[in-house]
């Protein structure tokens, strides 16, 4: 039984201003939809449901993820992404505003551990602690006790066959799921909240997320290089595709240039030494090994250690096979491999012009960059 996340992302941010709804918006060289994903990714939620406006439902997001189409209101879209989860694998579920991009590692850990400690529920929260006023026509006409008031965030976590009766037996119009679940009796725990995890609203508030985005993020470039000598064959692997060829690649695994030049462009990125390091040649049980392996494991390590794959960009260095027709496919596989959007895979590449060891066709050399990021 496991910790399931919703992320409702179908309002159209009519506050926040600009062309595209607010999650679509770029924010520090992402769409906010992208940070928010990958905060509750990193987080090991499983499933992550991601709840859609009708006309975004075709939107690029990570593979797996499970899209669902959301309703005219707040809590209508939060009880379409709970119809998804299966209460037989869900125990938990967090439920998230797309809105809250720069939600802390600490804030989402809080509220699980709450949960997995007994709590019935659990959503973060700050204490107000500015004076509160009534206001009219621009002047101050009152004052409110503040104590005990607390500013509420999310994600807001619940066992999952409670919080559905909850929403089954709710008029509708909550402001959040807390008011929801405890219209019908439930316990709410407070968990910590963060400044940090500011809901975007208004047009100002995403510099702010910004700001904080840039202030934490630590991003890691990588770089890998690899050469594989031809030898008798009828096809190469290059970045998971075969390729027919009057020649193969020699190698302890399949020689599959390009996706090892990928793969040590990540673990470079993590300062993890190479592919030889991980996986050593001398190791007999890597013998013909498909290179999926490599790359599956340095992504896995990325995301052990926080990491997310912004981009990778690889080149090929041959006179033949000629790599064009394959490189959407070679795109294609990576992406699938890595669980990214095939636009942050490239895969080019170039002759040599005749020079060099690649100009005389003894064999395939591949050159690969990666981006890493975490928040
Ligand atoms: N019908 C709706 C309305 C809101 N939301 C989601 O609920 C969260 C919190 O809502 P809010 O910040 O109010 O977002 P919007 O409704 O998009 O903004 P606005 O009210 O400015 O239009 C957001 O993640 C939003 O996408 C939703 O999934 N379905
Ligand atoms: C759920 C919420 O984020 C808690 O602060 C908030 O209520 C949702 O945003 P809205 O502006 O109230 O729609």
């Given amino acids: 039984m496991g910790n399931a996340a919703i992320i409702v992302a179908a309002g159209r941010g009519s506050r926040a201003g600009g062309d595209l709804p607010k999650q679509w918006q770029p924010l520090a060289g992402r769409r906010v939809a992208d940070w928010t994903l990958d905060a509750m990714l990193r987080a090991g939620l499983s499933p992550i449901v991601v709840v859609l406006h009708p006309d975004d439902m075709e939107l690029p997001l990570p593979a797996g993820v499970v899209r669902v189409a959301g309703g005219a209101t707040r809590d209508a879209s939060v009880r379409a992404g709970l119809a998804a989860l299966d209460p037989a694998v869900t ?48 002047h101050v006409t009152g004052t409110a006790p503040r104590d005990g008031l607390f500013r509420a965030q999310t994600p807001q976590g619940f066992r999952l066959q409670p919080l559905l009766a909850a929403h089954a037996a709710h008029p509708g119009g ?33 510099a702010r997320a ?98 997310a794959i912004s981009n990778v960009d690889c080149t090929l260095v041959c006179e033949a096979p000629k790599v064009g027709p ?35 066709k003894e064999g395939i050399a591949s050159i690969a960059t990666a981006c890493l990021i975490k928040a």
């Fill in 174 to 206: 909550a402001a959040d799921d807390v008011e929801v679940a405890r219209a019908a009796g439930i316990r709410v725990a407070i968990t910590p909240g963060s400044e940090d995890n500011l809901k975007i609203t208004h047009p100002g508030d995403f």
């Fill in 326 to 360: 394959h490189a959407a496919a070679m795109q294609a596989r990576m992406a699938e491999i890595m669980g990214l959007d095939p636009a942050r895979i490239s895969v080019k590449a170039t002759t040599s012009e005749r020079l060099g060891f690649t100009g005389r």
């Fill in 210 to 307: 910004e700001a904080i985005l840039r202030g934490t993020m630590d991003i890691r470039l990588g770089n890998g290089y690899d050469v594989h000598a031809f030898t008798e064959g009828d096809h190469v692997w290059l970045c998971g595709v075969k390729i027919p060829h009057d020649a193969a690649l020699l190698g302890h695994s399949d020689a599959d240039v390009g996706m090892h030049a990928v793969t040590d462009a990540i673990y470079g990125a993590l300062a993890e030494g190479d592919i030889g390091r991980h996986f050593p040649p001398s190791d007999p049980q890597w013998k013909g090994a498909a290179s999926h392996i490599f790359l599956e494991h340095a992504v896995k390590l990325a995301a052990e250690k926080g990491f």
């Fill in 91 to 138: 125990a938990n579920v967090l439920i998230h505003d797309v809105a809250r991009p720069c939600v802390p590692a600490t804030v989402i850990a809080e509220v699980v551990a709450a949960l997995e400690a007994g709590a019935e529920a659990a959503a973060p929260g700050l204490p107000v602690t500015d004076a509160l006023w009534y206001g009219d026509a621009g």
